[in-house]
């Protein structure tokens, strides 16, 4: 059974934009969703570097291009980019962390190189495929390079459905993503109808403001 669902493709081909129109339909139809999205930073037309944005509009930045580590602290870098992880971290796991009652889809997008450098966001997505009831909408990398430890165990489990995102397809595959997330919201929904009847709720994902 069909528990979460990823998309993966080239980068800049749409994978965000794509996640977005997504949840945007699930918001509509009134389905409580949080998480974080990945986002373009640029100035003058030039990328210099990468945000992360909560659902609920919070920011803060994942990287930039050349930056120096603040306070002599060990430097993160995936190419140009040099890696803010504290920054990431102090945005990015409450989400986790202050997990309960009401959100129906976890977005994370996304799992790469960057995000990776954190160990504990690591662990944080890991129980959450494993232990929340609640469904993940994520994105991760094409392979490429020496693999990614979490990337390929999430392109392994038998409860995760993974779309290759193209420039030719992403328009066409809106309504499979919708519909196969639609079906894992149904398997979630179970889980948590037998986590009450066990008198437990189990983990779920924080509730959207």
């Known amino acids: 059974m069909i528990k979460h669902v990823f998309l993966t493709g080239a980068p800049g081909v749409g994978k965000t ?19 974080f999205y990945t986002e373009e930073v640029r100035e003058r037309g030039r990328r210099v570097g ?39 971290e102090n945005l990015a796991l ?53 693999p990614l430890g979490l990337v390929e165990e999430i392109r392994a489990r038998k409860d995760v459905k993974v779309f290759i995102i193209t420039k030719e397809n992403r328009d066409a595959v809106f309504a499979e993503i ?5 079906e894992c919201l149904k398997i979630t929904t179970v889980k948590r109808i037998g986590g009450a009847n066990n008198g437990s709720s189990g983990k779920t994902c924080q509730k959207s403001s």
């Open 17 to 35: 934009t794509l996640v977005q129109k997504v949840c945007e339909a699930m918001v509509s139809g009134g389905v409580s969703i949080n998480g």
């Open 50 to 88: 990468f945000d992360v944005v909560t659902v609920t509009g919070e920011r803060g930045p994942l990287s930039r291009v050349g930056n120096e580590a603040a306070g002599g602290k060990r430097e993160y870098k995936v190419g140009q980019y040099v890696v803010d992880l504290h920054s990431f």
């Open 94 to 146: 409450p989400l986790f962390q202050n997990m309960h009652e009401g959100s129906r889809v976890f977005v994370i997008d996304e799992i790469g190189k960057m995000e990776l450098f954190s160990q504990a966001f690591i662990q944080a997505v890991r129980l959450t495929l494993e232990h929340s009831a609640c469904s993940i909408l994520g994105t991760i990398p094409i392979p490429k390079g020496k």
């Open 178 to 182: 919708l519909t196969a997330l639609k």
